[in-house]
């Protein structure tokens, strides 16, 4: 049955005066979905279902494979537990390990135990050794598959088989390194651009818009905010190809009517296929087939409220989100805070010349002729592009040449000294000496290289790769043992080693499986603990210190911030705890004083400088005894956190409105449903911000009461037409009518100026509107 005849069916059931007799009664019934409604800011607030699932399948290279399941042979535990060099004396060095692990669980218990485990080890482990050799080089198995398996056989290996294995592990390592970071910057973007593939102007559009931030947050994703017509080209045929897909998928489940399926797919629909056209048809039929059988998907809150969630967009939680998943498997990605013009124009100059020789002014500026126009909406690139001399020549090119060649050996003589990793690159650097070394290999690996005569880069990114895998392991395992071990202040104690050894056992039942250098740390206790304890020492430390720092002038960003650090560490010392229990109280007052604020606001008062906020603090505090006296004993301090947050709500309200299509400084479309919480927003805050919300609340509210004014007109045309809108020609034939009254014109211009575009708007909204009643008659 077609959904019209049963919301004509069901329109007649109820009366279908009554149901249009108040505009508000059933223009509640036009409830958001991406189904119906066309929204900019609908991808950039609301997670696509499939982003986690792409993102776990890119991190898949890091995560490898799964030790419990897929390594069942006690060969590899050996291999584990056995140190490089040591396979011939497996059963002495066996006896002294299991000594204290020997009870961890059921695996290593039986390893322990085994009387014949190292008759054959060392054969055992050298064939699977030259086994992996092989499968590093076979161009049959894929990059994935190599990344996420034969990368945990090179940490389980690579120390007992260096020369079989390790030239191949090093490369598939800064392969795997190199490659996960740039299809993660790639999978962040893909999910903030879903809605816009149908439109290659949209789509760079929002693109050019979020690299506005994204671009700074790390050197993969500037580098794709700079090719953004290429992106967003690759961007159309990825959804192109997933529109099929899903297409495929759908056509063969859609007639499954179990809750299960029904909430599987709609997820999908709501969340997934904005991008789909073909598919939002099908999407709506499927709710309402399984709306009859009782099966709603309950969709997160369309409307935003920046007083309940001051920071909701995908651009800066999301990137938030992703690279502490990364940073949990060992990559800390880097921003762009600290970067030289010289390292950008390296790698603009390097990516796009191919030469043996190093390129000099020339080749610098053909590059910055040809690229300039594109990316210098980039504010870190335009200053590069419009920085010239007198003789209109760019400044950043004059001195590329022998700047890059004395940066170069500047950087040999500086690795010479200290721990001399020019001659011994497996040494560790430090974590501040990865994050300088890994941005300027990024933007100078070529440089370097040629400079140098010899690829520097790929030795810091190894040994940076191998320090965040232990710093990972170290975080988890600090994290695993929280409330669970407490720890003296002495960090040389022999009672800390005991007492972490002991618990480090007891959690590695099952925990040891978690990643390759947990493994290790669990079948190595006394080692893990000495370095464990002094981790988790020097991390408390730098804690307390910076929780001193910020009870001395706390605000709303460190709360955040710290009180994140504490649930990872305030239960191993007591004086962590403490400061830690200062700071949640400093913060709950923070909390109250930014809650006071809104309070404010939405008695319709401005607080715009210092001097109106203690006018209606003052106010307040005598008119509302319930607010503490922290609050209302030092104003200037509430005042000052008040208009911080202030501050931060109108930021983000006209970074929300800047996601709209813009034509003159003019907002060519805004959807209905948003209008309901732009216009309340712009109301509350526009006077407390004039600066930035004055303008663009203006052109809000001017759009909206235009998209209102032409609702009012449909729902009195839908009530005035009633069945005969049931075709577009019914439509027009009657609205051709209607319009010929002079005086029904004049009240209806909006309606009346372009006919065919009424009814085409007319039926697509009274659709909406028996989607909706459909589904709330269901439920």
């Known amino acids: 049955m077609s959904l019209f005849v049963k919301a004509y069916i069901l329109l007649n059931l109820i009366d279908i005066k009554t149901v ?76 002294k390990i299991c000594t204290n692990i020997k009870n961890m669980n059921e695996r290593v218990q039986g390893i322990c135990t085994s009387k014949t485990i190292c008759n054959h080890a060392y054969n055992e482990i050298m064939t699977k050794i030259k086994k992996t050799a092989q499968e590093l080089s076979d161009e049959k198995i894929s990059e994935h598959d190599k990344c996420n398996k034969l990368q945990m056989r090179c940490f389980l290996f690579e120390r007992h088989g260096m020369q079989y294995l390790n030239e191949k592990c090093k490369k598939l390592k800064e392969s795997c390194y190199n490659k996960v970071r740039m299809e993660v910057a790639r999978t962040l973007l893909y999910d903030i651009l879903r809605g816009t593939s149908g439109d290659s102007g949209s789509c760079i559009g929002r693109l050019k818009n979020v690299c506005q931030l994204l671009s700074q947050q790390s050197p993969e994703l500037l580098t794709l905010c700079m090719d953004y017509t290429k992106v967003c080209n690759e961007f159309i045929s990825y959804s192109q190809e997933e529109c099929k897909h899903f297409g495929t998928q759908f056509l063969s489940k859609q007639e499954i009517m179990t809750e299960e399926n029904c909430i599987k797919w709609l997820k999908i629909c709501y969340y997934v296929i904005p991008d789909c056209q073909n598919l939002h048809s099908l999407c709506r039929s499927f709710r309402i087939e399984c709306s009859e059988k009782g099966f709603f998907y309950n969709s997160k809150e369309h409307n935003f409220d920046l007083f309940k969630n001051p920071s909701t967009d995908l651009d800066e939680t999301d990137i938030q989100h992703t690279y502490e998943k990364l940073h949990d498997l060992g990559i800390h990605v880097t921003g762009l805070e600290k970067y030289s013009e010289l390292q950008v124009a390296n790698f603009l100059v390097q990516e796009y010349l191919v030469q043996e020789y190093y390129p000099g002014y020339l080749q610098c500026k053909k590059i910055f002729d040809q690229k300039c126009s594109s990316i210098q909406y980039l504010e870190p690139i335009k200053q590069m592009c419009t920085s010239k001399d ?74 940076c790769y191998q320090a965040g895998l232990e710093r990972a392991a170290n975080m988890a395992l600090m994290k695993k043992l929280n409330r669970k071990l407490t720890l003296e202040n002495n960090p040389e104690s022999s009672n ?71 649930h990872k560490l305030e239960f191993y010392f007591q004086s962590t705890k403490k400061l830690c229990g200062e700071l949640n109280t400093a913060c709950k007052n923070i909390d109250e004083a930014i809650l006071l604020g ?87 805050l526009k006077s407390s911000c004039p600066g930035s919300l004055n303008n663009i609340c203006a052109e809000v509210e001017k759009k909206c009461n235009n998209t209102s004014t032409q609702t009012n007109e449909l729902n009195n045309l839908i009530k005035a037409f009633g069945e005969g809108i049931s075709t577009h020609e019914k439509c027009k034939k009657k609205l051709h009518k209607i319009c010929e009254n002079s005086t029904t014109k004049q009240k209806m211009n909006i309606s009346c100026t372009n006919i065919n575009n009424t009814c085409k708007h007319l039926i697509d909204h009274l659709g909406k509107i028996c989607h909706g009643l459909a589904l709330k008659i269901f439920k």
């Open 20 to 95: 249009f007799s108040k505009n508000e009664d059933f223009l509640d019934l036009i409830n958001y979905s991406p189904l119906n409604e066309d929204d900019s800011l609908f991808p950039l607030t609301h997670r696509s279902a499939l982003y986690d699932l792409r993102l776990a399948y890119q991190l898949q290279k890091l995560e490898l494979e799964n030790l419990w399941y897929n390594y069942k042979h006690d060969y590899y535990y050996v291999a584990a537990m056995l140190a490089p060099g040591r396979l011939s004396y497996c059963q002495n060095d066996m006896t």
């Open 390 to 463: 007198s003789r209109n020549l760019y400044n950043v090119c004059h001195d590329m040449y022998a700047g890059t060649r004395n940066y170069c050996y500047s950087l040999q003589s500086k690795l010479k000294q200290g721990i001399w990793f020019w001659w011994y690159p497996d040494r560790p650097l430090s974590k501040e000496e990865c994050k300088e070394y890994l941005l300027v290999c990024y933007f100078m690996h070529k440089a370097i290289t040629y400079w140098l005569s010899y690829d520097l880069c790929k030795d810091i990114r190894l040994v």
């Open 496 to 566: 800390n080693q005991k007492n972490c050894e002991k618990v480090l056992i007891q959690e590695c039942k099952h925990f040891m499986y978690h990643s390759y250098y947990i493994l290790y740390s669990c079948l190595h206790p006394k080692e893990a603990c000495k370095n464990l304890t002094t981790f988790v020492n020097s991390n408390s430390k730098d804690l307390e210190k910076n929780l001193k720092d910020t009870l001395m002038d706390p605000d709303y960003d460190k709360c955040k911030k710290y009180k994140k650090e504490c």
């Open 598 to 684: 809104v309070n404010i606001l939405k008695k319709g008062s401005d607080l715009y400088n210092e001097s109106s906020c203690l006018k209606h603090l003052a106010e307040h505090c005598r008119q509302n005894s319930s607010y503490s006296h922290t609050v209302c004993r030092d104003k200037i301090k509430t005042c000052n956190h008040i208009l911080k947050r202030v501050s931060a709500y109108c930021t983000q309200l006209s970074r929300y409105l800047s996601h709209y299509e813009v034509s003159n400084n003019h907002i060519t479309h805004i959807s209905y449903s948003r209008c309901a919480s732009f216009k309340y927003h712009c109301k509350l």
